[in-house]
C-alpha cells in the first residue's frame, strides 16, 4: 500500500500529517484571550435573552478560563457559518480549553475538504474474521466515552456476527402454525447468510467462529443522508469531501437524526462523556474527533483528522487481514475505485436510496 | 390601554381568588410543578442517562407525551368547528373553553420537547435570525405550525374574552377568517406532527401513510373525551352551565372517530402480520413480545381493551344518555389512546433497532416525575386560564364593574 491511494494525498504530499506536527497554535499560552472577550461582549449584546438556563449552569462553575470559553462557545455560530476568522478563535478557543482539561498540548484542526477528493470505503465481508480490532482502534483514536454506566460507552463500529445457519432433513416437516394441519414452512425458518439482524455482543474464545461470519457496519457516509434532511438546525451536514459530519457546537440533542439513519450509526451522549485523561487523544479535527460534549450527538466521520492529512482511518490500519480499504473514488487508480471497478461490490439497504459511499465486496 | 390595563388587573385579581378547594387544587399541583423542575435540572446536569432512554431507544415517555398533547391541542377543534361552522348554539357558548383548551396543551407540547432536548439550553439555535430554519425538517415544521397555532389560539380566544368584557361587539370581519385558519391550523399541527415519524423508512412501524389520518381520529376521539370531562368538572364546580347538547355531540364525535381509530389499528394488524416481514417486527413486539422481551405487551392489550370498551358503552343510549355513567368511557377512551398513541407507537417503534438488536425501554423516576410535573402544570394554567374566562363569560369580570 502506497500513500497515492489515499484521498488528499497530492495535497499531503506538500503538508506534513497533523499528528505528526501540531499547528502552531497548540501552546495554549499563544492563544489569544482578546478575542474570547471581544467574543464574550458581543455575543453577550446580541444573544443576552437567547438562553438563560445555559447562563446559569455556567455562571456555577467560575472556573474562569474553563468557564470563559464555555460562555463564549455558547454563542458562537453554526460552524459552516463562520468566516475564516472565527473559525479560528472557535479553534483556538477549544485548543485553550482542551488543553487545560486533559493536561496535554491539544490540537484542533480544521483543515476543509480538498478539492478533487471523495471519500469512499470498501469492506471485503469474505476477509473479516470478526476480531474487532477495528472497533477498539476507533474508540482509543476518536476520543468515544468510555463509561461503565449502560450507555456510557459508546462504539461507532459494530461488528455483527451472523449465523450461517444450516438445513437439514429434520427440519423437513417444521413449519408454522403447527397443529393445524397445514404446513407452511420447514427449513425456510432456517436463517443463512446476510439479513442485517445479528448480534454485535459476541464473546467467543476465537474468531473466526466455524458456524458463523461477520459483517462490520458503521456510518455509511450517504450521498443522500436522511440524517442530513430531518436535522432542524443542519448541525449535520455532508462536506465537500463526502463525509457527513456534526458540528458537536450547535447540535440540540433532539435526535431525529437518529431516528432517521438505517444504519443506526449515530449515538447520543447520554451524560458528560467518561474520556480518562492519559487516554485521549489530543490530535483532533473540529468536525471529526474533537471530545464531545453530554447531550449531542455522534458518529463516524473517516477519522477526520487523519483522511484529510493523506492518512488512512484507524480501523483501515488496523485491521489485521486488510478487508478494510478506503480511498479517493474519483481517482481511477485508488484502491476504492480498483475495488468498484473489479469486484462485485454491494450497499447497504440499497433500496432506500441513501446512496451510501461504504461498499461491500468479496472476492 | 387604560381599558387594557384594566382588563389585566381584574383579570389576575378574579383567577387568584378562590376557596379552600382552588388553593389545594393549585398547592398539591404546585409541589409536583417544584418536583418537575428538581429533576430537570438534574436531567440537565447529569445528562438523560437519569432518564431510561438509551441510543437504541432514544424517543421514550417524553416525546409519547409530546405526540399525544399535540393531539389533544388540535382536538379543540371539535368545539370550534360545529360553533363557528354548524352555527351549534351550546358549543358557541363555551368554544372559548376549547381554545383555552388548546393554549394548554400546546404549552405542555412545548415543555415536553424542552424535557425530550439533550441540550435544551440551545433551542435558540432554531430560531432565525440567531439560529437556522431548516425547512427541510420536519421538526422544524412542527415547531413552526405548533407556535402559530398557539398565537392562534392566544389571539381568537383572548380577543373573544375582551369583548366581552369591555361589552362590545366581535369584529367578524378580522375574527372569522382567523378562526377558520385555525380550524384548518388544527388538522396541520396533527399532520406534521405524524409526519415527523413517518417520514422514517428506517422505522418501517412508522413508515407509512395511514399515519396522519391515524393521529387525527385518536385526537378528535382523545380531545373531546378529555373536553367532555372538564365541561363535567366545570359544570360541577362552578355557576357556569355548559349545555347537554354541546356535551351530547362531543360524545358523537369521541364514538365515531374511536371507531375509526380502531378500524385503522385492525387494518394494520392484518396488513402487517398477514405477510409478517421484517417490517412487522415492531408491532409484533407490541402486541407479543419478540425474543422473550414482553414489557409492552401488557400496555397494548389493555389500549386494546380500554378502547374496544369505551366504544361498546359509547354505543349503548344508557351510558351516552346519562351524564352521570358519561365520564366512564371518556377516561376509557382518553387512557386507552394514551397507551396506544404515546408509548405503544413511539417505542415499538425502535425496536427492533435498524440493526436487528432487541433492547426495552423502561422509564425511569426522573421521567415519571417530569411528565407528572408538565401535566401538573398543564393542569394548573388550564384551572386558571378556565377559571378567568369562565369569570369574563359570567359577567363577574367587567369592565368598570371593580369599583
Given at each position: 500500500m ?8 497530492a495535497a ?5 500529517p497533523a499528528?505528526a ?11 489569544a ?5 471581544r ?7 446580541t ?6 438556563m445555559?447562563?446559569?449552569a455556567?455562571?456555577?462553575q ?5 468557564a470563559?470559553?464555555?460562555?463564549a462557545?455558547?454563542f ?28 496535554k ?14 471519500m469512499?470505503?470498501?469492506?471485503n ?9 477495528c ?10 466515552s ?14 455483527l ?6 438445513f ?11 397443529g ?10 432456517t ?5 442485517l ?7 467467543p ?18 450521498e443522500?443522508p436522511p ?10 451536514y ?6 457527513v ?11 431525529m ?21 492519559e487516554?485521549?487523544?489530543?490530535v ?11 447531550g ?5 466521520h473517516w ?10 482511518p484507524?480501523?483501515v490500519?488496523?485491521?489485521?487481514v486488510?478487508?478494510?480499504?478506503f480511498?479517493?473514488l ?7 475505485s480498483?475495488v ?11 433500496e432506500?436510496?441513501?446512496?451510501p459511499?461504504?461498499?461491500y465486496?468479496?472476492? | ?12 385579581g ?6 379552600t ?12 410543578i ?5 429533576v430537570?435540572?438534574?436531567q440537565?446536569?447529569?445528562g ?29 377543534v371539535?368545539?370550534v ?13 363555551v368554544?372559548v ?22 441540550r ?12 437556522i ?17 398557539l ?17 362590545g361587539q ?13 380550524i384548518?391550523?388544527a388538522?396541520?399541527?396533527?399532520t ?5 415519524i ?11 401513510s ?5 393521529f ?7 380531545g ?14 362552578t ?14 364525535i ?16 392484518v396488513?402487517?402480520l ?7 417486527n ?6 407479543f ?8 405487551v ?16 359509547f ?11 358519561l365520564?366512564?368511557p371518556c377516561?376509557?377512551?382518553f387512557?386507552g389512546?394514551?397507551i396506544?398513541?404515546?408509548m405503544g ?11 436487528g438488536?432487541?433492547?426495552e ?7 415519571v ?5 408538565i401535566?401538573?402544570?398543564g393542569?394548573?394554567i ?22
Open positions: 502506497t500513500d497515492q491511494n489515499t484521498p488528499a494525498a499531503a504530499g506538500e503538508h506534513p499528528c506536527v501540531p499547528p502552531a497554535s497548540a501552546d495554549p499560552a499563544a492563544s484571550p482578546k478575542t474570547t472577550r467574543d464574550f461582549l458581543k455575543a453577550g449584546g444573544l443576552s435573552l437567547s438562553s438563560l445555559g447562563a446559569g455556567l455562571m456555577a467560575s472556573d474562569d478560563a474553563r470563559a470559553a464555555e460562555w462557545e455558547h458562537q455560530k453554526n460552524y459552516r457559518l463562520m468566516t475564516d476568522q472565527e473559525k479560528d478563535e472557535a479553534r483556538l478557543r477549544l485548543e485553550k480549553r482542551y488543553s487545560a482539561e486533559y493536561g498540548p491539544v490540537t484542533v484542526d480544521t483543515t476543509a475538504p480538498q478539492p478533487g477528493v471523495l469512499g470505503y470498501a469492506l465481508i469474505r476477509k473479516c474474521i470478526g476480531c474487532r480490532r472497533v477498539h482502534a476507533c474508540v482509543a483514536e476518536n476520543n468515544q468510555r463509561g461503565k454506566r449502560p450507555g456510557e460507552k459508546i462504539e461507532w463500529i459494530q461488528v456476527r451472523m449465523e450461517r445457519g444450516e437439514s432433513k429434520e427440519k423437513m416437516n417444521q413449519g408454522y402454525p403447527e393445524l394441519g397445514i404446513q407452511v414452512g420447514g427449513n425456510a425458518y436463517p443463512a447468510g446476510q439479513v439482524e445479528g448480534q454485535y455482543h459476541y464473546n474464545e476465537a474468531v473466526p467462529e466455524k458456524d458463523a461470519n461477520y459483517m462490520p457496519i458503521a456510518c455509511m457516509q450517504c443522500k440524517c442530513v434532511k430531518v436535522c432542524p438546525v443542519r448541525t449535520t455532508r462536506e465537500g469531501d463526502g463525509v459530519v456534526i458540528d458537536y457546537n450547535w447540535c440540540i440533542g433532539c435526535r437524526c437518529m431516528g432517521a439513519c438505517p444504519y443506526w450509526a449515530r449515538r447520543f451522549n447520554v451524560a458528560n462523556p467518561v474520556l480518562p485523561k487516554e485521549m487523544n489530543p483532533t479535527h473540529y468536525l471529526g474527533n474533537r471530545p464531545r460534549m453530554r449531542v450527538v455522534e458518529k463516524c477519522c477526520l483528522q487523519r483522511s484529510r492529512h493523506g492518512r488512512y484507524a480501523c490500519e488496523v485491521c489485521p486488510g478487508a478494510r480499504k480511498g479517493n474519483l481517482d481511477p487508480n485508488s484502491e476504492v480498483l468498484l471497478a473489479r469486484k462485485n461490490v454491494f450497499r447497504l439497504k440499497a432506500l436510496n441513501t446512496f459511499k461504504f461498499f465486496f468479496y472476492d | 390601554m387604560k381599558q387594557l390595563t384594566r382588563f389585566a388587573a381584574d383579570y389576575v378574579y383567577v387568584l381568588r378562590g376557596g378547594k382552588f388553593y389545594a387544587w393549585m398547592g398539591s399541583l404546585g409541589v409536583l417544584i418536583g418537575m423542575m428538581y430537570f435540572y438534574l440537565n446536569t447529569e438523560l442517562i437519569v432518564t431510561g432512554m438509551t441510543s437504541q431507544i432514544h424517543d421514550g415517555l417524553y416525546f409519547a407525551n409530546l405526540v399525544f398533547l399535540v393531539g389533544v391541542a388540535a382536538g379543540a371539535t368545539i368547528f360545529p360553533a363557528y361552522v354548524y352555527h351549534h348554539e351550546g358549543m358557541h357558548k368554544a373553553l376549547g381554545e383555552m383548551l388548546a393554549i394548554t396543551a400546546v404549552i405542555m407540547v412545548m415543555m415536553f420537547v424542552f424535557a425530550h432536548m439533550g435544551p439550553d440551545r433551542l435558540w439555535h432554531m430560531i432565525p435570525p440567531w439560529g430554519y431548516s425547512f427541510s425538517s420536519m421538526l422544524g415544521w412542527d415547531v413552526l405550525v405548533l407556535n402559530g397555532y398565537i392562534l389560539n392566544l389571539v381568537c380566544g383572548f380577543y373573544y374574552l375582551w369583548v366581552k368584557y369591555t361589552g366581535v369584529n367578524k370581519k378580522w375574527f372569522m377568517p382567523l378562526v377558520y385558519v385555525a384548518v391550523w388538522l396541520s399541527i396533527h406534521v406532527t405524524a409526519f415527523l413517518s417520514t422514517m423508512p428506517a422505522r418501517p412501524m412508522w413508515f407509512h395511514m399515519m396522519p389520518i391515524r387525527i381520529t385518536t385526537a378528535f376521539a382523545a373531546p373525551a378529555l373536553i367532555v370531562l372538564i365541561f363535567m368538572v366545570v359544570r360541577k364546580n355557576k357556569f352551565w355548559v349545555d347537554d347538547s354541546a356535551i351530547k355531540l362531543l360524545a358523537t369521541v364514538t365515531w372517530c374511536l371507531g375509526i381509530a380502531i378500524f385503522l389499528t385492525m387494518s394494520e394488524v396488513v402487517e398477514y405477510a409478517r416481514t421484517e417490517h412487522a415492531g408491532l409484533y413486539y407490541l402486541m413480545g419478540l425474543h422473550g422481551l414482553t414489557s409492552l401488557p400496555w397494548f392489550w389493555s389500549a386494546v381493551v380500554l378502547m374496544v370498551g369505551a366504544f361498546i358503552l354505543l349503548i343510549p344508557r351510558f351516552r344518555n346519562d351524564m352521570k355513567l365520564p366512564i377516561v376509557m377512551a387512557a389512546i394514551w396506544e398513541k404515546g407507537l413511539i417505542v415499538p417503534g425502535f425496536i427492533p433497532t435498524p440493526i438488536e432487541v433492547t425501554y423502561y422509564p425511569s423516576f426522573v421521567e416525575l417530569l411528565t407528572l410535573g401535566w401538573a402544570f393542569f394548573f388550564l384551572t386558571i386560564l378556565l377559571k378567568g374566562a369562565i369569570g369574563i363569560l359570567q359577567g363577574e369580570i367587567k369592565y368598570g364593574a371593580a369599583k
